[in-house]
């Protein structure tokens, strides 16, 4: 794993482990924030082996909280970390694209309207209209977790977007995209990435990295925004 991989790891594992019930094993980070929501889980920070002893303790935070015992890792870690996975009967589940963005070259600022949103409430009331039914209860936590910023676009003066920002050891990751179903079309993800792009380079942060489902719309406005694929994020889940 090259230092730039390394760096992207250690800083969504970091940020991973904000807020909620958070605890280590080696380099996977684990956090709980509530019952049956998806952000359950552990991400592997690059930074050592992972050991059979590892998981079983991982698995042991798991079955205490009562969540499935489901890891992220970058892709050039597979190597190394497959085989105690394999062992404890873990499959891969989910794969999405990485991007980073070198914030040196930061594309047009957005002609919508974007502003920060001060009511966490009420920015995961309107990304949940887009991430659809059921949606609510994790953009409440994620709303809530400490240190990010939060973005809504408006089209017409209405609200008709949302996305988040948080910075972690000069990376900012971006995330919580959502655009109102009857606003879809006119520039709301491309007007949240270039606001958050502009908004991370004020804050100092040097790359910015966001994850994308492969072959999907928001990858399109991601790749157009000047991102480029870097790597992958594996999901892996215990069912032995």
């Known amino acids: 794993m090259n230092d730039f991989i390394r760096q992207l790891a250690r800083a969504e594992a970091a940020a991973h482990g904000r807020g909620g019930t958070r605890a280590e094993f080696g380099p996977l980070v684990a956090a709980h924030h509530g019952p049956g929501l998806p952000l359950n889980s552990a991400w592997h920070d690059g930074s050592a082996s992972l050991t059979e002893a590892d998981l079983l303790d991982f698995e042991a935070f ?75 209860a994790v953009m409440r936590v994620v709303a809530h977790l400490p240190g990010t910023g939060l973005y809504q676009a408006h089209v017409d003066g209405q609200p008709a977007g949302t996305a988040a920002l948080g910075l972690t050891a000069g990376v900012a990751a971006l995330f919580g995209t959502s655009t109102v179903p009857d606003r879809r079309g006119l520039g709301v993800q491309t007007a949240l990435l270039a606001a958050r792009l502009h ?15 492969p072959g999907s719309a928001s990858e399109r406005n991601i790749r157009r925004a000047g991102f480029r694929l870097t790597t992958l994020r594996l999901t892996f889940t215990r069912t032995g």
């Not at 990485?98 to 930061?106: C, Q």
């Not at 047009?108 to 039914?133: I, M, N």
């Open 199 to 213: 908004a991370a380079h004020t804050q100092g942060a040097a790359l910015a990295s966001v994850f994308a489902t």
């Open 62 to 136: 798991s079955a205490a909280h009562d969540m499935p015992a489901t890891l992220h890792l970058l892709s050039p870690a597979v190597n190394e970390v497959l085989p105690p996975l394999t062992a404890r009967g873990y499959a891969l589940t989910y794969v999405l694209h990485a991007y980073t963005h070198d914030l040196r070259d930061l594309p047009p600022a957005p002609t919508l309207d974007v502003r920060r949103s001060d009511d966490p409430d009420d920015w995961a009331a309107l990304s949940a209209q887009g991430f659809g039914p059921g949606s609510e």
